[in-house]
């Protein structure tokens, strides 16, 4: 199977791959990528490296089949053999400098088939001054191997005029699209005309004005934010809601991987546009993209520019009304905080419209209250106000059966929908065509009312919490329904960026106090045991370790931060038989016995009779502890995206708070596997506050 990739993301070619391997029946035992170096819908693009590095490993791990690179002399535009170009050549009236910045422009151009009309806008922004049709086509005219000029096909927003508007105008530019010889030649032009950022700028500005003009230009739409990352003014773009709402998401997408090769930063709506690639978010319309931006905007608190987008956007499918979702890259916050919410349900009091989550904590006690055979729970039931997401009781300690999902009660509006592999799905009707396609970290949804308008409630939840919208089911319906997932493969164009380092998470000792050690979502009230001075040993001579135990305390607790510790009132430290000098009675990290350095405060821990430093001293170790605690256990929106990212960023944290510590063997691999380690943390801590009554 040979998948030519010229012109093609890496999503088109693994869905190119598929619809061979459905036609082939088994399918073909090997596929070959051809062209590589010309992927990518946009001149400048990230694509080539997405594909060599990623489809091969997608389509193996899909598809069971091996994939190569063939007939690409390298994945980076720069190493492709550039051709040959003929002089410039010599156009009556234009001085030679001219013919150069008209070439310039043209180069610059981010599409093969550019607008006659998009190439005289981006000239006159590098020349300052105006250009007319006649001079871009003497231009071509004189240099026919490389430029030419072809009737407009109609999909690039400048339709050829019909017959009865044609003129014989020389100087017009509507009706005709430039192309070069090939994208080779394309990019060879480029590369010896080059335009300065201070060029891309002014093209930006210029583009910008025409875009306003006229917003469906497809080139404006799909190539305006690549020129204004070229020209590092990316933030122009991403700030004005009035251009975000109009052009197209890939655009956008191609513009970061340009503007932030070392990943794109969080808290933002460049990491909005990132994490919406990063769910496998295909739009089937820019109404559809301006409503993700729109519950992006909401979900950040930043109701300004979500009012800005919805205005620019014009009518939208759905529309966040208010929202409790935390977005994918946000900010960290550990147990006991609740992130997602799950098993929502319709629920009433004296007329007002509430959803309820319904959070299943233990089984009902042996003597609970309770009639019928159905197994009986104990609940936490929260409730909100379905059109402003304001709380209004809870959460209140229930005992009773599983709630049911039943449509129409308690009120006539009520209908349940679960997002599965297949979409959106109910429980009586099969699939819900009038429901909004959503990230897969999105999972349940319920209707709740409808307005004056008709326009349909609906409360969605899943793993970031949950939020209302206002559903047009007509719009809805009308737009495509295949599901989004996470794209793991072949992954986003962009990364983000490593994570800033934890407001909240102590970096030195004096940070370190008894106040943040008692917090709830630390080792909670009453913790920390002060060891009187004289209580402590003698061959404890470090001053800061005593002064900590003496003043702060040692934490008594078990599985926060994987530590296991003792009151040191009533089991106080003493000297470790097997280590000399050191000081047993700390407790355990995980299945680690902890040692103190009575002369360094230096912590140990004993690796198969081999002391390995955990911290270069007790403060440092409960800051690791929180950190570990903070990290494995803060709800995640789309955990394996986001897991990946703290991967990467959790060994510099580390470093910040211990450098000594971190390059230290007992550090290595402890958080590796984070999916997995969150997983046995989050069973350990639903042990530790298990309820034992109600």
Request: charged fraction near 25%; proline fraction near 9%.
């Given at each position: 199977m040979r998948i030519d990739c010229s012109g093609l993301t890496a999503d088109d070619v693994l869905s190119a791959v598929a619809e061979r391997v459905d036609a082939s029946g088994d399918g073909p035992q090997s596929v070959e990528l051809a062209n590589v170096q010309y992927a990518g819908p946009l001149i400048t693009s990230a694509e080539s490296e997405r594909i060599a590095e990623s489809v091969p490993l997608a389509v193996e791990?899909?598809?069971?089949?091996?994939?190569?690179?063939?007939?690409?002399?390298?994945?980076?535009?720069?190493?492709?053999?550039?051709?040959d170009l003929p002089d410039l050549p010599d156009v009556p009236d234009l001085a030679p400098d001219t013919v150069t910045q008209l070439v310039a422009a043209a180069g610059a151009l981010e599409l093969a088939a550019t607008p006659l009309e998009v190439w005289r806008c981006v000239a006159q922004a590098v020349l300052g001054s105006e250009v007319s049709g006649t001079t871009l086509r003497a231009l071509?005219?004189?240099?026919?191997?490389?430029?030419?000029?072809?009737?407009?096909?109609?999909?690039?927003?400048?339709?050829?005029?019909?017959?009865?508007?044609?003129?014989?105008?020389?100087?017009?530019?509507?009706?005709?699209?430039?192309?070069?010889?090939?994208?080779?030649?394309?990019?060879?032009v480029r590369a010896a005309f080059p335009v300065s950022r201070t060029d891309q700028r002014a093209i930006v500005n210029a583009l910008s004005q025409l875009h306003a003009r006229r917003p469906t230009t497809t080139y404006t739409a799909w190539a305006l934010p690549t020129h204004a990352a070229l020209g590092r003014d990316l933030d122009s773009i991403?700030?004005?809601?009035?251009?975000?709402?109009?052009?197209?998401?890939?655009?956008?997408?191609?513009?970061?991987?340009?503007?932030y090769p070392e990943g794109v930063p969080g808290g933002g709506t460049a990491a909005d546009v990132h994490f919406l690639h990063a769910q496998g978010v295909r739009p089937g319309s820019q109404g559809e993209w301006g409503a993700l931006l729109h519950h992006a905007a909401v979900s950040r608190g930043d109701l300004e520019q979500a009012e800005a987008l919805a205005e620019a956007a014009g009518p939208l499918p759905w529309r966040t009304l208010w929202s409790h979702w935390r977005l994918p890259g946000g900010p960290l916050?550990?147990?006991?905080a609740q992130g997602g919410v799950r098993e929502i349900r319709a629920s009433e009091e004296s007329g007002r419209r509430l959803v309820a989550e319904w959070r299943e904590i233990a089984p009902a006690p042996a003597d609970a209250d309770g009639?019928?055979?159905?197994?009986?729970?104990?609940?936490?039931?929260?409730?909100?106000?379905?059109?402003?997401?304001?709380?209004?009781?809870?959460?209140?300690?229930?005992?009773?059966?599983?709630?049911?999902?039943?449509?129409?009660?308690?009120?006539?509006?009520?209908?349940?929908?679960?997002?599965?592999?297949?979409?959106?799905?109910?429980?009586?009707?099969?699939?819900?065509?009038?429901?909004?396609?959503?990230?897969?970290?999105?999972?349940?949804?319920?209707r709740l009312d409808r307005d004056d308008?008709?326009?349909?409630?609906?409360?969605?939840?899943?793993?970031?919490?949950?939020?209302?919208?206002?559903?047009d089911q007509?719009?809805?319906?009308?737009?495509?329904?295949?599901?989004?997932?996470?794209?793991?493969?072949?992954?986003?164009?962009?990364?983000?960026?490593?994570?800033?380092?934890?407001?909240?998470?102590?970096?030195?000792?004096?940070?370190?106090?008894?106040?943040?050690?008692?917090?709830?979502?630390?080792?909670?009230?009453?913790?920390?045991?002060?060891?009187?001075?004289?209580?402590?040993?003698?061959?404890?001579?470090?001053?800061?370790?005593?002064?900590?135990?003496?003043?702060?305390?040692?934490?008594?607790?078990?599985?926060?931060?994987?530590?296991?510790?003792?009151?040191?009132?009533?089991s106080p430290l003493a000297p470790a038989p097997e280590h000399p000098g050191l000081l047993e009675g700390l407790?355990?990290?995980?299945?680690?016995?902890?040692?103190?350095?009575?002369?360094?405060?230096?912590?140990?821990?004993?690796?198969?009779?081999e002391l390995l430093p955990v911290a270069q001293s007790m403060p440092r170790l409960l800051a690791l502890a929180l950190l570990d605690h903070l990290v494995l256990s803060a709800p995640l929106t789309s955990s394996e995206l986001e897991m990946e990212a703290l991967a990467e960023t959790v060994p510099s944290w580390l470093a910040a708070i211990d450098p000594v510590a971190a390059d230290s063997p007992a550090w290595e691999g402890v958080l590796d596997d984070l999916e997995y380690a969150a997983e046995d943390y989050a069973t350990l801590l639903d042990e530790l506050d298990a309820p034992t009554d109600m």
């Open positions: 791990r899909e598809f069971g089949l091996r994939a190569r690179v063939v007939d690409s002399p390298d994945t980076t535009t720069d190493a492709a053999p550039a051709p071509v005219d004189a240099w026919p191997d490389v430029l030419t000029l072809r009737p407009a096909d109609g999909e690039q927003g400048e339709q050829a005029p019909d017959d009865a508007e044609r003129t014989d105008d020389p100087d017009r530019t509507e009706g005709e699209e430039l192309r070069f010889a090939d994208t080779t030649v394309h990019r060879a991403l700030d004005n809601p009035a251009l975000l709402a109009t052009l197209h998401w890939y655009g956008l997408w191609s513009a970061l991987a340009i503007a916050v550990p147990y006991p009639a019928g055979d159905e197994p009986r729970q104990v609940y936490e039931r929260r409730r909100w106000d379905a059109w402003s997401g304001q709380s209004t009781d809870g959460p209140d300690r229930i005992i009773g059966t599983w709630p049911q999902l039943t449509e129409r009660q308690p009120f006539a509006e009520v209908a349940y929908a679960a997002n599965r592999k297949r979409g959106w799905r109910q429980p009586s009707r099969g699939t819900a065509e009038d429901v909004p396609r959503m990230p897969e970290a999105v999972r349940e949804a319920v308008a008709g326009a349909e409630l609906w409360v969605f939840a899943g793993y970031g919490g949950h939020f209302g919208a206002l559903v007509k719009a809805v319906a009308s737009l495509p329904r295949t599901p989004w997932r996470d794209l793991l493969a072949p992954g986003p164009l962009t990364g983000a960026a490593a994570w800033p380092f934890p407001a909240d998470i102590p970096r030195t000792d004096d940070e370190v106090t008894r106040d943040r050690l008692e917090r709830a979502d630390a080792f909670r009230a009453g913790a920390c045991r002060p060891v009187e001075q004289a209580a402590l040993p003698g061959e404890l001579t470090h001053a800061p370790s005593r002064r900590f135990l003496s003043g702060t305390g040692w934490p008594r607790t078990r599985v926060i931060g994987g530590l296991y510790t003792p009151d040191l009132t009533e407790g355990q990290l995980a299945s680690w016995k902890l040692y103190l350095d009575g002369e360094s405060g230096t912590v140990y821990v004993d690796e198969d009779d």
